[in-house]
Nanobody, 125 residues
């Protein structure tokens, strides 16, 4: 069974950086979509970045140029490098995986079956 565990969250001042990690286990397929989502207090969960098994990436407009998604397939770890953080980036960040298939942009939150428990990121002014 696929399990995902996020780490790396914390508190940082605006302009700072954090790197989130998502350690996975139980993978059964080499074809996959993976993504980072986030949910701020009082808001719906939103997509932040995606990556598929072909290495294609997408980013939300709000994080383009500041965040970088990457994956170490040998270690089964998904990363999110977050630079120039802003208070609006404050949220719980979740990683997600769906495997055995990919779809355009790896978007559509509802397609993801496997989710981590989330890690809190807080950015202060």
């Amino acid at each position: 069974q696929v399990q995902l565990l996020e780490s790396g969250g914390g508190s940082v001042q605006a302009g700072g950086s954090l790197r989130l990690s998502c350690a996975g286990s139980g993978y059964m397929y080499t074809m996959y979509c993976m993504a980072w989502f986030r949910q701020a207090p009082g808001k719906s969960r939103e997509g932040v970045a995606t990556i598929d098994s072909d290495g294609l990436t997408t980013y939300a407009d709000s994080v383009k140029g500041r965040f970088t998604i990457s994956v170490d397939n040998a270690k089964n770890i998904l990363y999110l490098q977050m630079d120039d953080l802003k208070p609006d980036d404050t949220a719980v960040y979740y990683c997600a995986r769906e495997e055995g298939r990919i779809w355009p942009g790896c978007a559509r939150e509802g397609e993801y079956i496997h989710w981590g428990q989330g890690t809190q990121v807080t950015v202060s002014v």
